[in-house]
């Protein structure tokens, strides 16, 4: 698209006939990140001001800047410039201009955890008979979605190019979805779960169930829900929106369902899959029950776009786990890791430590918990409930990292496990030194916690001292 293309969708001034007819090779919100030939949105957010950074942008190759009237341009005032009244929303607006220009089928997910899996594994099985764009990464917000839908346009993807698209929702506060579902409305909404992550900007779980409910309200007309039965929160949202649902579920009956399941080891999970009065066996390479109602999500989805039964299970079987959300890694000092680092939530962690607790064959099971943010006034309590679960599923050695983690040993301790099973660090680093001098041959270590607290740093200072098996 050239600048006078987009000026027209965002309604923006044309940056004038010498501008016009430059055509950007991608979008940007951030100078640290941004490439030469990039259109640079100057975002104003809480903490920062994009327009404080223009000439920065333009010092890194920006072909030009979307910018607010009104603003101070005096440094970049010869650049090509469109001028919006609030350049969230022409960047947003671009994005919905360019959804209604594709008029493809949109599947958008949603829910506390899981999204990034469900969106891989249903864009996976819809590859089987369509051309699938998805989301990349984790831009998931009313920041990221409309911007990765711009990075598909501009990586020169036309409606010929593809039959849908699989957008992953994610949200922080009440209307943030209602915002996404204009941007982009979906035809299938698939909600997976609600739990207590950011609970700190919501009064009650039943709220955020409430904010995700937004998706199934965001639905076009006559557009199908995609609810997790199983969850009691989720499977009311059959009322929200007047079109045809689609359940899942392993222990209820549900449209998808999951049985006969085997979730014991780390090489992932078996299950009998049944949809349409007929079964399949899968073998799921992504260890732990949670990502059997990932699976059963995708394939709900698949199945209802007509992907074969057969062919469900055949890809259900090349699964790879996203990046930090449950990577089996083995050093050849002869310990193991699950890496699920990437974030936490108090339903999360209790899933992994679940995983954690059936897996058999290994002499030492050792939980490296980090602090769980944006839980608001229920976040030691939320803490102290995972201890004590932790403890009641047979963990061997817990550590804690950063903040209310010390909760996490607390609780741990109420339930019983001895102090000497348990250590607290200020920091991942502090964890991982502490790591180096006391894995053993046989341990299995699962690390996990919020983003903020970098407990992906552990698993890359392990990778640095240790010896990684390739597979």
């Known amino acids: 698209m050239k600048l006078e293309q987009i000026a027209r ?47 920065d942008a333009f010092a890194r190759g920006a072909c030009g800047a979307v910018v607010a009237r009104g603003a101070d341009l005096s440094v970049v005032k010869d650049k090509p410039l469109l001028v919006v009244e609030d350049t969230l929303l022409a960047l947003q607006s671009l994005a919905s201009g360019i959804i209604k220009e594709w008029g493809r089928t949109i599947v958008a997910i949603t829910g506390s955890s899981g999204k ?14 369509f051309t699938v764009l998805k989301t990349t990464g984790n831009l998931n917000n009313f920041y990221g979605l409309p911007l990765s839908i711009l990075q598909m346009a501009s990586s020169g993807c036309s409606p010929e190019d593809f039959d849908c698209a699989v ?8 209307g943030e979805i209602r915002r996404m579902c204009q941007i982009a409305p979906p035809q299938i909404a698939v909600v997976t779960n609600v739990g207590a992550a950011h609970l700190e900007f919501f009064k009650s779980v039943e709220a955020i169930a409430d904010a995700k409910a937004e998706l199934v309200e965001g639905l076009k ?119 699920d680092s990437y974030n936490s939530n108090p339903g999360a962690l209790r899933e992994m430590l679940g995983t954690l607790s059936r897996t058999s064959g290994y002499s030492r099971r050792i939980a490296v918990l980090g602090e769980m943010l944006e839980l608001g006034a229920a976040a030691p309590d939320l803490h102290r409930s995972c201890g004590r679960y932790a403890a009641q599923t047979g963990v061997d050695l817990l550590l804690g990292v950063r903040g209310l983690a010390r909760e996490i040993l607390s609780g741990a301790g109420e339930a019983g496990l001895p102090q000497m099973a348990m250590q607290f660090f200020e920091t991942a680093e502090e ?41």
């Open 9 to 55: 969708l965002c309604g923006a001034e044309t940056p004038g006939a010498e501008f016009n007819r430059i055509e950007p090779i991608g979008f940007s919100i951030d100078t640290r990140t941004i490439s030469s030939g990039e259109l640079f949105f100057a975002i104003r957010g809480v903490k920062t001001d994009g327009h404080h950074f223009l000439a």
């Open 116 to 129: 990034t899996t469900t969106k891989e594994l249903t864009a996976h099985l819809l590859s089987a008979n």
């Open 221 to 339: 007309p006559g557009g199908l829900a995609v609810l997790n039965a199983d969850d009691p929160l989720v499977y009311r949202m059959r009322s929200r929106h007047s079109g045809p649902n689609l359940t899942f579920a392993v222990e209820r009956e549900a449209d998808v369902r999951a049985s006969e399941i085997d979730a014991s080891g780390l090489t992932g999970t078996s299950f009998k899959l049944r949809t349409r009065q007929r079964e399949v066996l899968v073998r799921l390479p992504l260890p732990g029950r949670h990502n059997i109602y990932n699976a059963l999500a995708a394939a709900a989805v698949a199945d209802h776009l007509g992907v074969e039964l057969e062919v469900i299970a055949g890809l259900l079987a090349e699964a790879k786990p996203a990046k930090m959300r449950g990577q089996i890694i083995t050093f050849s000092q002869g310990f193991t890791v699950i890496d």
């Open 167 to 174: 957008l992953e929702m994610g949200m922080s506060a009440p």
């Open 431 to 471: 964890a991982a030194l502490w790591l180096f001098d006391n894995l053993r041959q046989g341990d299995l270590v699962l690390i996990k916690g919020s983003r903020g607290v970098r407990m992906d740093l552990i698993v890359a200072k392990l990778k640095e001292r240790f010896t990684e098996v390739p597979g």
